[in-house]
Nanobody
Framework: VQLQASGGGLVQAGDSLRLSCAAS????????MGWFRRAPGKERELVAAIGGSDSDTTTYYLDSVKGRFTISRDNAKSTVYLQMNSLKPEDTAVYYC???????????????????WGQGTQVTVSS
C-alpha cells in the first residue's frame, strides 16, 4: 500500500482544512486508517483513526481534537479524509496518514502499530 497525503497549508486560527490521503494498492477497504501528527519538539501522536470493513474497532479521536476533527473514508476512491475545523495554533504539525492490516482492536498501546505510512503534509495555524 502506498499512501499520498495532501491538503495541508497555512491558515489562521478558527479556519478549516481538509486533509486527503489517497491509497494505491489492493483491498483498501479492509485496512484500518489513521492520521498522526508530529509537532516540533514533540512525539508523534495519533489524531484520528477509522476501522476498515473487517475491523472490530471504533473510530478514535485524540481528546484535544474531539468535536473539531472528523475522519472519514471513501472506499470507492481509496481515500481517507481528515476534516479539521476550528483550528488552533496547537494543531500546527506535520500530519501523516497511515494504514494497517486488520489484526488489532486497539488504537493505542503495544499491539496497535501501523504498517504503511505516507509522506507528511504540513499544517500551520497562525494566531
Amino acid at each position: 500500500v502506498q499512501l499520498q497525503a495532501s491538503g495541508g497549508g497555512l491558515v489562521q486560527a478558527g479556519d478549516s482544512l481538509r486533509l486527503s490521503c489517497a491509497a494505491s494498492g489492493r483491498a483498501f477497504a479492509i485496512y484500518d486508517m489513521g492520521w498522526f501528527r508530529r509537532a516540533p519538539g514533540k512525539e508523534r501522536e495519533l489524531v484520528a483513526a477509522i476501522g476498515g470493513s473487517d475491523s472490530d474497532t471504533t473510530t478514535y479521536y485524540l481528546d484535544s481534537v474531539k468535536g473539531r476533527f472528523t475522519i472519514s473514508r471513501d472506499n470507492a476512491k481509496s481515500t481517507v479524509y481528515l476534516q479539521m475545523n476550528s483550528l488552533k495554533p496547537e494543531d500546527t504539525a506535520v500530519y501523516y496518514c497511515a494504514a494497517r492490516r486488520p489484526r488489532y482492536r486497539d488504537w493505542l498501546g503495544p499491539r496497535s502499530e501501523f504498517d504503511y505510512w505516507g509522506q507528511g503534509t504540513q499544517v500551520t495555524v497562525s494566531s
